[in-house]
């Protein structure tokens, strides 16, 4: 199994970008469909919540709309508002050192990922990240320094609100530190349980435990995995091993032991580095993100690709993962 990443730089939304609504917008709107057009809210509930809790971003919203085709079901796609429930793994941790770092592992279905590393200026800010439903970050960098990343938090609830990668973006749009971002996560809805990590210059640095029936909880945990404070979700938490993945890294983080270089090499191997591909969880990449330097460092077993959100370079990398077959040895390479 292989995945082309694709480096995109397009500091405002114009043909780079439409070209990759167009390459994705039907596997998206497959899935935006999911549960029937009438559980999605209509365009007008949508743009409504945008402009409530999100007004920043409603010119470059219909921007990306009228990019898009105009379309009412894109329109309402790209709002980010009540889409259908996704899960994931992923690990994320941030390395006591004297340069700021946050380190994260993306565990994921590979045939529902959009593989994009992208730069944008899109509100006066450069923000370079992994992109998620065109509008959208899984995690990501702005020049303040600012560093911010997801996990799926552990619970079944799903409530009213915003999908996760859209408010990811919304803070690297409009914060500049740790404590703005906190504020900014607490007060708008999200529809499902996450766990977001932010990281900034100063080297302050939070994982908030985010979820739509109760409030947000503001913590000073430089670890998260797939639950919150504890495991609500026996089954998805064995199967993800997000204990395991948890007290292995507050292990690593106590020891202090070894340079950040061997902390990012650690998310390479077990327990952190999943080859769950079968059930939706396996590792896609390993990213490092270095506030002070403005970068990003992508690793996989035997490859690296860094990006800066100063000087940024286009390009492409195929990686290719070795996916176990049954009672085979669980071996991973690229």
């Not at 039907?26 to 743009?47: F, H, I, K, N, V």
């Not at 439903?133 to 799926?152: C, E, K, P, Q, R």
């Not at 109760?214 to 938490?237: F, G």
Request: overall charge neutral.
């Amino acid at each position: 199994m292989q995945l082309a990443f694709t480096a995109i730089d397009e500091l405002s939304p114009g043909k780079k970008w439409a070209d990759l609504f167009r390459r994705l917008w039907p596997a998206y709107r497959q899935w935006w469909l999911s549960e029937g057009e009438l559980a999605r809210p209509t365009y007008l509930e949508s743009r409504k919540a945008l402009a409530t809790h999100m007004p920043e971003l409603l010119p470059i919203y219909e921007t990306l709309t009228e990019l898009a085709g105009g379309s009412d079901q894109a329109a309402r796609f790209l709002a980010g508002y009540c889409p259908p429930p996704y899960l994931a793994g992923c690990s994320q941790a941030v390395w006591p050192g004297s340069e700021p770092l946050l380190v994260r592992n993306y565990d994921y279905s590979p045939h529902a990922f959009d593989a994009v590393v992208l730069r944008t200026q899109w509100l006066g800010r450069k923000v370079l990240c992994m992109a998620d439903s065109l509008i959208g970050a899984l995690d990501g960098i702005n020049d303040d320094g600012l560093a911010v990343s997801l996990t799926f938090g552990g619970r079944r609830i799903v409530g009213v609100g915003f999908g996760i990668p859209i408010l990811l973006r919304y803070v690297l749009e409009t914060c500049s530190t740790v404590d703005a971002a906190t504020e900014v996560l607490k007060r708008i809805p999200c529809h499902m349980a996450y766990n977001v990590t932010l990281l900034d210059s100063a080297k302050h640095y939070k994982t908030l435990f985010i979820s739509p029936d109760r409030p947000t909880n503001v913590t000073t945990s430089a670890v998260a995995t797939n639950h919150q404070h504890e495991v609500e979700w026996a089954d998805h938490a064995r199967e993800t091993a997000s204990v395991e993945r948890e007290v292995y890294l507050l292990k690593k983080l106590t020891q202090r032991s070894g340079s950040a270089e061997k902390f990012i090499a650690a998310f390479q191997r077990p327990p952190l580095y999943s080859l769950g591909f079968e059930r939706g969880f396996g590792t896609l990449f390993t990213a490092a993100y270095w506030p002070r330097l403005g970068t990003l460092d992508l690793h996989w077993p035997g490859i690296s690709w860094s990006h800066s959100i100063g000087d940024f370079e286009e390009g492409t990398r195929t990686v290719k993962y070795r996916v176990p077959q049954p009672h085979s040895a669980t071996n991973v390479g690229t």
